[in-house]
């Protein structure tokens, strides 16, 4: 067998014996390396932590003073007796794929990744590996993403149209990566774009960290539908609450992920618009992706694990499931709940 | 817009009734008049017949979409609806035209008449023409299920908004056996006179559930108090020599109750509107039970017409001899079908229903609706004596008084995923109470909970299924529910030898633990109580 043992998986997630490290613990553990900064796979309470420094900046905003290691794309760094570098997953600004090799075997952990370039995030690139973990967040072939540009077009219509109709305009996207890929997907709309201070902070962060992202406002207690007419509000679903949207009335009020390809969860959202659009692979990206590898050896994590699974087996790859305590809190790995 | 698809996607694009009105009534001023009226007919329910097995319908979309049958089967078990998954797994088409909806049914038909691999070839060809919103429409009407957010109210407002025509006339002329093939837009909808029709019955008039106390409805002598009964609403026309019977899903279901032919009134044409219920022995109707048994039955066998006669309990008339008495009030009503009751035959199949008796007091009526279930009733009706005889569920003058449901707290050991709308939560559950060590099931729900709730029963289940039998998953017996029902029944099928009649989740008990659940003792209890 090659390379079984450059990586295991244990309760407290993806390990290095070689490295003696963690990729994205789910209990603090001494060294963490990193993926990328959503919650569920950046936590708080790890010994030293590694990551980009994107995702660093994001990181240090929301788990206060950690301490931490930069690792640039494509650096590569002897941890032990394993050589380790990230390289770009384009999941969010910053998201990583981990390589790992250890005499001569090298293993990839995707963490969550997106094959579509989204003109922001440093686009994903596959990395020929042994062995390859990947996500499964939308793995069935119903999830099948349109091109990003015809989305826009579809925002940008529905704003228009409710900028007519004299309404306000609020999208709920995830504070981190999606809310970004929206304000540069929608900056040359029609009215003037205000973020949810959630996700302001994130914008914040990302744009110390030299990211270009478009100018915005935001939403502050004295803006209203008189200091902002037609605007369009970001802001995380969670957040969309009558106590500010008041202000805003009349409003429209849509949400923006994947999940919105499916009639029977926008409904369940109570959402009459959805527009399908996410920071995760969709199933020919996933199976692009997992053939361009190369990998002898796929394993599957968060989401549809047993389906993808069974498929690849059944297209003459080999894989297998493993379970993994990921997707609580980005709104794609969220789920369908 | 004219084309079926653009109508659909612009209802499915807002949950607000304004735009949904706006939609249909733009739709009913440009489709031609052939797909006006078939998109009445298709919402209210009045679908072409299904030409193709759903087997076939997947093989053939699996196959287009390129990946094995499994997994077209876990899409849809993901998904929750065949059209929507067949729709999103079909490769996008490289050209694409809108969907008009008489043109289409008319293909639809015409492919009865076909072979399956001529029709395989049909169905093909039509997927390769339509975007996704346009399969989705086409594969509804190929498999029957066709659901859009618009009620028939809704639809019957956008009509009468588009036309003219006033709302509860509209309401009328669309009900009855009226088909696309055998009407058209002018005679149903336009035409002065509406082609008389002696079979069509009147829209029922329906009740709100009392949500504060009877007192708020005023003096009790402005009311009329009636016992709730568990049967199925329905209307008999006794019209022109000939006799109707409608339920209140708009099923003429004549046929199935032989009781009722040959019945005429001396007095011209009548409509009697009641609770059709199975007659006991007892001189009491039958649990509801009893008259499935019927229902179920295009023709009833003689033991069955002996064992399980069908009678209707008449409360109300609304035509007596030939003149429409729904715009009187409730009283005059009353003395109209104490008239046509006399001319019927006594004993025979339209009975007065039992009387709520006492005093006209609200203290009386609610010790009253406490014996509902000695009664065989489920509570009581209130109705205005000087109301009208409304079009549809208006509120105000009818309110369903019912009793509080019975109650068991019972272990869930099952869960499956939903459909549609739930697809993706599990939220069909399998209930059951203890027998000694064991656990006995006895009860399915899928109802009751909020959507908060079954988002964290659902994550609770992936991390405590113990076995799954396709997709149906064994969880550890730990969560505790309060089943609320409204009858319970002996039942031979059932294991735990009880059926419950619409059995809902009252509450999650997260107090209790599953050892605190119930017992097959106490179920038993209840059916020798209230059985
Ligand atoms: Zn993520
Ligand atoms: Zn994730």
Known sequence: MTGRGVLTFTDRGIYCPAGDFYIDPWRPVPRALITHAHSDHAR?????????????AVMRHRLGDITAQ????????????????????????????????????????????????????????????????????????VFRWQPQPRITEQILRWWQGNRAAGKTSVLGAYALGKAQRLLHMLADGPGPILCHAAVENTNASLRAAGVALPQSDVLTPECSAKTHPGALIIAPPGAIEASWTRRFAPTEVALASGWMGLRGIRRRRAMATGFVISDHADWPGLLQATKETGAENIYVTHGYTDIFTRY?????????????????????????? | MSAFSDLFQALDATTKTSAKLAALGQYFQTATPEDRLWCIAVLSGRRPKRVLSSTLLRRWAAEAAGIPEWLFEECYANVGDLAETIALLLPPAAQTRPLYLAPTIADLRAMAQLDDAARKAHVLAQWAQLDTTGRLVFNKLLTGGFRMGVSQKLMTRALAQATGQPQPDLAHRLMGNWHPDTSDWHSLIMAQNPTADSSRPYPFCLAHGLDSPPQDLGDAHDWRAEWKWDGIRAQLLLRDGQVFLWSRGEELITDR????????????????????????SDGLPQPFQALQKRIGRKTVPKALLASAPARLLAYDCLEFGGQDLRALPLAQRRQHLQTALDQLPNPGPVLPPPAVAG???WENWASTRQTARAHRAEGLMLKRLSAPYHA??????????????????????????????????????????????????????????TDAEFRQITAWVRKNTQQRFGPVRQVVPELVFEIAFEGIQPSPRHKSGVALRFPRMARWRQDKTAAQADTLAHLNALLAQYG
């Open chain 1, 44 to 56: 708080w309470g790890h010994g030293r932590y590694l990551a980009t420094p994107r995702s660093l």
């Open chain 1, 70 to 141: 930069i690792a640039e794309y494509g650096q590569v760094l002897r941890i032990g007796d394993a050589d380790v570098s990230f390289h770009p997953a384009g999941h969010v600004p910053g998201s990583a794929q981990i390589r790992v090799c250890v005499a001569g075997q090298v293993w990839v952990a995707s963490g969550d990744y997106k094959t579509e370039n989204d003109g922001l995030s440093e686009p994903f690139a596959p990395l020929p590996c042994h062995s390859f973990i990947t996500e499964s967040t939308f793995g069935l072939p």
């Open chain 1, 312 to 337: 690849l087996n059944e297209s003459g790859h080999s894989a297998q499931v493993v379970p993994t305590e990921f997707g609580t809190d980005d709104d794609d790995s969220a789920g369908p709940a």
């Open chain 2, 257 to 280: 109750f032989p009781e009722f032919a040959g019945l005429s009134i001396a007095g011209g044409n009548t409509v009697l509107d009641g609770e059709l219920v199975v007659w006991g």
């Open chain 2, 359 to 361: 005093a006209h007091t």
């Open chain 2, 392 to 449: 549809g569920r208006i509120r105000g003058d009818w309110w369903k008084w019912k009793l509080d449901p019975l109650s068991i707290d019972a272990v869930m050991i099952y869960a499956q995923a939903g459909h549609g709308r739930r697809a993706t939560l599990y939220t069909d559950f399998t209930f059951a109470v203890w027998d000694g060590p064991t656990l006995v099931p006895f009860a399915k729900a899928y109802s009751g909970l």
